[in-house]
């Protein structure tokens, strides 16, 4: 007989995403994200951090200060890092992301065809970043789910 307590697809792919959370170097926020087909196949996963040579020692990773003194104008968010990193089209696909995505990602999540998105935390609902985040992605079609539930993974790092 098989085993019947297994993890959903929700929670499997909402793993992954707070998996790749944990590369994340930020101080104060990890988020990460995985594209997956409709066939259940990962094709693209990220978290947040600086573009690809970027040296993480150098660039600031404060929240305060002037603009250009804070991780604001560096970070690549993890959603658009998933994008970037996909092995094919994302048309169609869904995301699954651990916070809900802000104005600049629903752009590039829109313009990649990706139709669905997964997310836990929507901390930040009340500001005009995802305000306007929601609208766009409302306009394009993008099915939104929350879910009911946190997805809690236990990893221990040496």
């Not at 997956?36 to 200060?65: K, L, M, S, T």
């Not at 603009?67 to 699954?96: F, M, W």
């Amino acid at each position: 007989m098989k085993r019947s307590n297994v993890l959903s697809w929700d929670d499997y792919f909402m793993g992954l995403a707070h998996l790749s959370a944990m590369r994340s170097k930020d101080p104060s926020t990890q988020v990460g994200a995985a594209i997956v087909n409709p066939q259940h196949r990962v094709i693209g996963i990220g978290y947040n951090g600086f573009p690809f040579g970027c040296d993480d020692d150098v660039f600031p990773w404060a929240r305060e200060g002037k603009s250009n003194d804070t991780k604001y104008p560096y970070v690549v968010h993890a959603e658009l890092n998933a994008i970037l990193n996909c092995s094919q089209s994302c048309r169609g696909c869904t995301l699954y992301v651990s916070l809900f995505p802000c104005n600049e990602c629903a752009k590039a999540i829109i313009q990649s065809g990706i139709t669905k998105i997964v997310y836990e935390s929507d901390k930040y609902a009340n500001t005009d970043n995802v305000i306007a985040s929601k609208k766009m992605l409302a306009a394009a079609g993008v099915e939104l789910v929350q879910l009911d539930h946190s997805v809690e993974i236990n990893v221990k790092i040496k």
